[in-house]
């Protein structure tokens, strides 16, 4: 069966319904607890309930491009739309007790939490030692890839590596800087790389491989200013099998999942209740303008009027856009029937181009940089550039992100990375007044006297 059909039909929620707060994260039930966690087909259904997390609102299906693109000058919140408490992220009006922001912590924690759970019991179970350490393996990856995402959003967080049993003992988790958090996720994405496979059959389609452990810990390399190391890291997801679509429209849509580029998707499914994504109703006319009377997430104008002339990427990445900029984005469009907030298209996580211009900004500026992002322009139909294009090679490099990952949840972290999120925000007219982090959830600062706000909250 399937993976994601898999995902689809397994009942996680009562299975691993943990606390809804991160200091609350003690084992499910002792009634579950007791049963459960016994044998080696328990441990798979929990990993899968690791990958069934990053679904859920406050992961990938909303909180997770709401601080990473609407935060950025990407995109924009229709204020005549329905929530006005997304709009002030796009503002910097953001509060300490947004439901968006507890959301991306608490599920991301919920993550970790059902990661630690498996890391901490797996070694107690009688089961095969090679699919005993692949689990390992995956939930490895995983946990990292909630980390990566709370350490980029939140900087200072509680790092927690073993199984939380009491919520007294969650109370106790302390902050420590993004710094350590990085530091910890290159030992155990290295370690979870070597183990991974490099691919699987089409019944697993959607699980971690070499290929994901690499591209994030080259991601998190980055973001540490460890440019050799994620270079080094890039050149083994060269070696992986991957290459570009020849077509960018190519790349998106339930038909064109799991291509040759894609390293890493998020497996929604429509047609289940609570598997299909919402994401799709929030960037798409699909549902948008019928069931709600007018569009969401908008293509910010200072992006649209950013791709070059005859920029093949424009015509499959923004639709609809007028003089009033009011259009919407192509690569979450649905044609397969769905209900709101139930669409079946997957969200890649990961791709190759991606890993293309990360190796660029790893290697400096050169002919072998230039090489590397002249492979994304060609595709999208566009002359190479080279030094002596205007422009210095962070900008060019920049620029060439935003526009071939447009909308998939990297702009923000790159604004941040490249050192450039304050004065690109205020150039826009949007002044993060410091808030280069997002305010930890005040939940968590009443349940732990230690805890220290994040500037500007």
Known sequence: MNFKYILSLFVVATMFSCSDGFTDLSPESQRN???????????????????????????????????????????????????????????????????????????????????????????????????????????????????????????????????????????????????????????????????????????????????????????VQLTMGDNGGAEASLRRVLGYGYSLVSDYANLWGVDNEHNSES???????????????SFTNQFHDDLAASVTGGLRN????????????????????????????????????????????????????????????????????GGEAYDLINQVRARAGLADIDASTPGSFAEKLLQERRIELAFENHRWADLLRFGVADAVMSAQGKSPNGKLLFAIPQRELDLNASFVQNPGY
């Not at 259904?45 to 069934?52: D, L, P, R, S, T």
């Not at 390293?263 to 994504?277: A, H, S, Y």
């Not at 950013?306 to 469009?333: H, I």
């Not at 791709?351 to 211009?357: F, I, K, M, S, T």
Request: proline share 1%; charged share 25%.
């Open 33 to 219: 607890a007791g049963v459960f966690y016994k044998t080696a087909s328990d441990m798979e259904v929990a990993v899968n309930a690791i990958y069934n997390t990053l679904k859920s609102t406050g992961c990938y299906n909303q909180s997770y491009w709401v601080l990473q693109e609407l935060r950025s000058d990407n995109t924009f919140w229709d204020e005549t739309g329905l929530a006005e408490e997304i709009t002030v992220f796009d503002e910097f009006d953001d509060i300490a007790t947004s439901d968006i922001t507890e959301d991306a912590w608490s599920a991301s924690y919920l993550g970790i939490s059902r990661a630690n759970i498996v890391l901490s019991r797996i070694d107690g179970i009688d089961m095969d030692g090679t699919q005993r350490e692949q689990l390992k393996a995956e939930a490895l990856f995983l946990r990292s890839l909630y980390y990566y995402h709370l350490a980029v959003a939140f900087g200072n967080i509680p790092l927690v590596l073993t199984e939380t049993v009491s919520v007294d003992e969650g109370q106790d988790h302390q902050q420590v800087s993004a710094g350590t958090v990085y530091t910890q996720l290159v030992g155990d994405l290295s370690k979870a790389e070597s183990t991974l496979p490099q691919s699987y059959g089409s019944a697993d389609l959607g699980r971690a491989t070499k290929g994901a452990a690499a591209t994030l810990l080259a991601k």
């Open 263 to 277: 390293i890493f998707e998020v497996e929604f499914e429509g047609g289940f209740g609570d598997q299909g994504n």
């Open 298 to 365: 908008i293509p910010e104008r200072d992006l649209t009027e950013a791709y070059e002339t005859g920029d093949l990427r424009f015509a499959a990445s923004v639709e609809g856009v007028t003089v009033d900029n009011e259009g919407w984005m192509l690569k979450y469009g649905s044609t397969n029937a769905f209900s709101e907030d139930d669409a079946p298209n997957n969200w890649v996580v990961f791709r190759y181009a991606d890993v293309l211009l990360m190796l660029a900004e790893a290697i400096g500026e």
